[in-house]
């Protein structure tokens, strides 16, 4: 079946604009994360959704990045007057279960976002 | 607080060769431990999980022991194929947390 898709896959930015990154998680699935993975580094934890609930948001760097899951599916990470140190790949999960606890977070391919 | 330690890479093993990545956490109470494994140009995919102490993951010819004595949660490999070839993940998380990653070890495997 479909995995988690996100796009777009690659995304270049000039500093200062905004940035709006999808992510279409697996169908019914109730958890919904955000990760960012710096170049060598592992991911990070940024926000998670139950359903259209932002539930944690405490990983968010700064009030520039904002997420939504209006409906409960598809999620949209923004981020608002891009910088430099901003750059790197953004994934997003999506798992079955309503908590984050001992189940599998299926990931998608991820969004490298490249600010010059 | 909690986090998860593991080897610094890149690790160069021959074909057949014996692997083993370590990775210890630290946590209050009693996480549930990960390995996720990205292959080239593709997406994070769990490996293997362990849920509670002396719980053994396994999947694909890979191993890891859940030790709560050593706070260790180790992957081992008895023989490496150029196909394992990836950046291996250790990961944990605690009920309601979300999932925190060690900084991945770069596997190579040379025929």
């Known amino acids: 079946g479909a995995g988690v898709s996100q796009s777009p896959r690659y995304k270049v930015a000039k500093r200062g604009q905004d940035v709006a990154l999808r992510c279409d998680p697996i169908s019914g699935h109730v958890s919904l994360f955000w990760y960012q993975q710096a170049l060598g580094q592992g991911p990070e934890f940024l926000t998670y959704?139950?359903?259209?609930?932002?539930?944690?948001k405490s990983g968010l760097p700064s009030d520039r990045f904002f997420a939504e899951r209006p409906e409960g599916s598809v999620s949209t990470l923004k981020i608002q007057r891009t910088q430099q140190e901003d750059s790197a790949v953004y994934l997003c999960?999506?798992?079955?279960?309503?908590?984050?606890?001992?189940?599998?977070?299926?990931f998608g391919p991820g969004t490298r976002l490249t600010v010059t | 607080g909690n986090s998860v330690t593991q080897m610094e890479g890149p690790v160069t093993l021959s074909e057949e060769a014996f692997l083993t990545i370590n990775c210890t956490y630290t946590?209050?109470?009693?996480?549930?431990l990960f390995w996720y494994v990205q292959y080239p140009g593709e997406g994070l995919q769990l490996l293997l999980k362990?849920?509670?102490?002396?719980d053994k993951g396994s999947n694909k010819g890979f191993e890891a022991t859940y030790r709560k004595e050593t706070t260790s949660f180790h992957l081992e490999k008895g023989s490496v194929q150029v196909s394992d070839s990836a950046v291996y993940f250790c990961?944990?998380?605690?009920?309601?947390?979300?999932?925190?990653f060690g900084k991945g070890t770069r596997l190579s495997v040379i025929a």
């Open positions: 990961a944990r998380t605690s009920g309601n947390t979300p999932l925190v």
């Open positions: 362990a849920t509670k102490a002396d």
């Open positions: 946590a209050t109470g009693y996480p549930s």
């Open positions: 959704f139950q359903n259209e609930a932002q539930l944690d």
């Open positions: 999960a999506s798992s079955s279960t309503r908590t984050s606890g001992t189940h599998e977070q299926y």
